[in-house]
């Protein structure tokens, strides 16, 4: 049973246009959401996250977005580089000061072209 | 201490062989969190360590894992009798305390296993 779907396994974008990674999640008791990235071979790096009392959140290119009542949530990268490509995960946790696990999207591949 | 470290980075094992992987968590960090990851999936969460205490379980782990965290620093996984679908790479991460603000965990690189 997914919780937390990424419906769009891959994403092409030209380089200096916006993208725009969607996540859509089904447990209403998820309380704090996360987006990772991660290049091969490595381990998923923590990227930006909002807590559910926000509908956004922005940290230089990146900005979240939810939409607690269509409990959705968007990751926006503007100006999108290069350096970017990478596969994103969108991730959510019932609790963010005493959370014990992270539930999982499948993740979306970006591909920003030069 | 540059980030949390995983040995081996790499393991090809026979069907039915024990593994063991380990993981070398940030110093500071208390807990230490074991991932599964499958092709096309997303990390799928196993278990967890407050300082030396397992505290939580997924279902996932059947009896044929086994995690420890001795004087919870570094933490082991051990798998028995490993099974083709045990083929995955395992992710471990840390934290402090159980917070997830602004930093979330911090993975290591994992170890890929492979049962042939």
């Known amino acids: 049973d997914q919780q937390v779907k990424q419906n769009s396994p891959s994403l092409s974008v030209q380089e200096g246009r916006i993208s725009i990674l969607n996540c859509d999640y089904t447990n209403s008791m998820f309380d704090y959401f996360l987006w990772y990235k991660k290049y091969p071979a490595e381990g998923p790096t923590f990227l930006i996250s909002?807590?559910?009392?926000?509908d956004k959140n922005e940290d230089g290119r990146f900005t979240v977005f939810l939409n607690k009542s269509a409990k959705h949530l968007s990751l926006h990268i503007v100006p999108s580089q290069p350096g970017d490509s990478a596969v994103y995960f969108c991730a959510a946790s019932q609790d963010q000061t005493g959370a014990n696990n992270l539930f999982f999207g499948t993740g979306t591949r970006l591909t920003v072209i030069p | 201490d540059t980030g949390v470290s995983q040995d081996p980075r790499h393991k090809i094992t026979k069907r039915g062989q024990n593994v063991t992987f380990r993981c070398d968590p940030i110093s500071e960090h208390n807990r230490l969190y074991w991932y599964r990851q499958t092709l096309g999936q997303g990390p799928e969460f196993l278990t967890y360590f407050q300082n030396e205490a397992q505290l939580e379980k997924s279902r996932l782990l059947s009896d044929r894992f086994s995690a420890e965290r001795p004087k919870g620093s570094f933490s082991t996984l051990e798998i028995q009798r490993t099974e083709q679908g045990d083929s995955a790479m395992y992710l471990c991460?840390?934290?402090?305390?159980?917070?997830?603000?602004?930093?979330?965990?911090?993975f290591g690189s994992g170890t890929r296993l492979t049962v042939v």
């Open positions: 991460a840390s934290s402090v305390g159980g917070g997830l603000a602004n930093y979330g965990y911090t």
């Open positions: 909002i807590s559910s009392i926000k």
